[in-house]
């Protein structure tokens, strides 16, 4: 079975995060953000809106369509 795209963000948020150094919990602090909730967006439970996806690639430091692209990538 193949992922889904709220899947696959979800891998690619949880890659850059960790290559950040931040744990969920750390990285929910940092965006403001239910620490339960973020780790459903992790495993690709929730579909955000394009402004919590931007919320969260802010955090990260990283562009949107770069999480896009990896996404999309697999």
Not at 23 to 35: L, T
């Amino acid at each position: 079975m193949s992922a889904t795209l709220a899947q696959r963000i979800g891998k690619a948020l949880r890659i850059r995060r960790e290559a950040a150094g931040y744990s969920q919990e750390a990285f929910a602090d940092h965006i403001n953000m239910h620490r339960t909730y973020y780790s459903a967006i992790e495993r690709g439970e929730k579909n955000m809106q394009l402004d919590t996806l931007q919320r969260i690639c802010r955090g990260l430091d990283t562009r949107l369509w770069e999480v896009l692209r990896d996404a999309e990538a697999g």
